[in-house]
């Protein structure tokens, strides 16, 4: 058996990986199929979760008898291309190669580094397939493929990104008396960073803690978060795919743990008037060829690098065209602003949450930057890729790094303002013509072209605040 079976061993025995994965896509032939399908028979795992992410990061899959899972997933498994543009309502958006070219396929095969049960679903093993074209070129609209594009790039400066990331969401009640049909779980005001049944009332996030534990996510706490019903689980850091691929099904777990137990889960980055929103925050460093941290300097400016400052600098340089991936919805926009908590300028600070880019205070091996831009509707690998891409463009032309933010970081006087519309956020993304060469001109064609039909959509579709605000005087 070799290493990476036996590593598989271990992942489907629900042990947590502790060692970074390679960032490569992975083929498989009939025999080593074969044996991973006797593998999760003999531990009595008849389905095989096949999943893979979509444009916006919801899960797009197929669930596979385990055994005939050799046969089936060997030379891949078809979907259609068009997957990446169905919309939330389930409408296909066109782009390149997509429904005008008649809905062809693209191929799905496993990751078996990826292979994992499930602790909730008795008999059931996930598994993250990457996407190629029938050609057996990698899929270019592929979110894990893009990212993995932008890792490589980090490679030429025989650098390697670490990433650790942090999701808030909220959890609803079924309500029926509501017009979305739910209501704030353990609605309650003032349980800021609580833990135990004050904000939890129903120990729905200590019993998600534990079975995600179980599930390879590498969670490493949670909590109550600031506004009512709304929490917040912390994910330990590691290579950027990994990172990405845990984030990723972190939110399709939780979502059916949610379901499980009669509730709901929307990571919407602001679902509600009367609260504040949730966050997607990066915690990103880099380690050096030799293991060490790219981004320390004892000497240096803040204790930074010289390496660790250009990659702030390209982060804020880049900042408006990134917020298309790391605010990919309409109502990402309504988070931001004033007092708020989420940033609503391009500036950088040290240990200063009103900064859009945070310098925690640790230096050695933590030596890394927060980027709070991101909300927590983005795609883990998307708004990943975004990020790193920035800062490889920052380290790579050695970009100059401005004086910090000094105080709360609200002053419009003190620091340009970020995007304040998807649409203005999708015309800075098409116009960094650096950043989108690094993504792939294909994916960001795509994906624009998905993002510019929501935003049509919108504008035709009559909201409740104009029936308010109109239909009785006017």
Not at 152 to 157: I, M, S, T
Not at 202 to 208: A, R
Not at 402 to 414: A, F
Request: proline share 6%; hydrophobic share 40%; net charge negative.
């Amino acid at each position: 058996m070799t290493n990476r079976e036996t590593l598989q061993m271990a992942s489907l025995s629900r042990t947590v990986h502790s060692h970074p994965r390679q960032e490569q896509p992975v083929q498989h032939d009939l025999e080593g199929l074969a044996a991973a399908e006797q593998r999760l028979r003999d531990q009595d795992i008849d389905v095989v979760r096949l999943g893979y992410s979509d444009f916006i990061g919801s899960e797009r899959g197929r669930d596979v008898l385990t055994s005939r899972l050799a046969r089936t997933a060997a030379g891949g498994v078809a979907f259609c291309r068009s997957v990446y543009g169905t919309t939330p309502r389930g409408d296909v958006v066109d782009f390149e190669g997509g429904l005008a070219d008649g809905l062809p396929d693209v191929v799905a095969r496993p990751d078996l580094a990826t292979l994992i049960a499930m602790p909730w679903e008795p008999g059931v093993a996930h598994c993250i397939v990457d996407v190629f074209n029938p050609d057996g070129t990698p899929s270019q609209e592929s979110p894990r493929n893009v990212l993995r594009r932008v890792v490589e790039k980090f490679a030429e400066l025989d650098l390697s990104p670490v990433l650790g990331p942090e999701l808030e969401f909220f959890v609803l009640d079924a309500d029926p008396s509501t017009p979305t049909g739910w209501s704030r779980y353990g609605e309650a005001t003032g349980n800021v960073y609580v833990s135990g049944r004050k904000g939890d009332p129903d120990n729905f996030l200590l019993d998600t803690l534990r079975q995600l534990d179980g599930y390879g996510l590498e969670v490493v706490a949670g909590n109550h978060e600031f506004s009512s019903g709304q929490f917040e689980i912390n994910l330990w850091h590691s290579t950027a795919l990994d990172a990405a691929d845990r984030a990723f099904r972190f939110k399709a777990a939780i979502k059916e743990l949610a379901r499980r137990a009669g509730k709901s889960v929307t990571f919407m980055a602001k679902p509600f008037n009367d609260e504040g929103g949730s966050g997607f925050h990066l915690h990103f460093s880099a380690l050096t060829d030799d293991g060490a941290a790219a981004f320390d300097d004892p000497l240096g400016a803040h204790g930074l690098s010289d390496t660790g400052r250009s990659a702030i600098a390209g982060v804020l340089q880049h900042a408006p065209a990134i917020a298309a991936l790391c605010n990919p919805t309409i109502n990402s926009y309504k988070r931001f602003g004033p007092d708020t908590l989420a940033p609503w300028l391009i500036d950088w600070g040290l240990d200063n949450r009103s900064a859009m880019v945070r310098i925690p205070p640790e230096r050695g091996m933590a030596s890394r930057l927060e980027l709070r831009l991101g909300d927590a509707t983005a795609n883990p690998y998307l708004a990943i890729a975004a990020t790193l891409a920035a800062a490889y463009l920052g380290i790579k032309s050695k970009a100059e790094l401005g004086s910090p933010l000094e105080g709360y970081g609200y002053d419009e006087t003190k620091a340009p303002r970020l995007p304040s519309s998807l649409g203005a956020s999708l015309d800075a993304l098409e116009a960094d013509q650096e950043l989108t060469e690094i993504l792939g001109l294909t994916f960001v064609n795509s994906f624009v072209a998905y993002k510019r039909n929501e935003l049509e959509r919108f504008s035709r579709w009559v909201t409740d605040w104009e029936s308010r605000e109109y239909a009785y005087h006017l």
